[in-house]
């Protein structure tokens, strides 16, 4: 029994499967974050490109 836990004590595998899944969770959670500031960019931009292009005077109409 005591060498179990000593093997146990030793063995860096699980230590490793931790780490990454600790670095894959952060990599998703700045993937979420950018993506939200894009999309929420993105958004703001395209309403004042279609508000600008609304305002715009073709030149068939009445002034």
Do not use: C, H
Request: aromatic share 8%; no cysteine; proline share 2%.
């Amino acid at each position: 029994m005591i060498k179990f836990i000593k093997n146990f004590r030793k063995d860096e595998n699980g230590a490793v499967t931790v780490d990454w899944v600790v670095l894959t969770a952060a990599v998703v959670g700045l993937a979420v974050a950018a993506y939200t500031a894009i999309e929420d960019s993105s958004t703001g931009l395209i309403g004042a490109a279609g508000g600008a292009v609304t305002g715009q005077n073709d030149g068939f109409g009445a002034p």
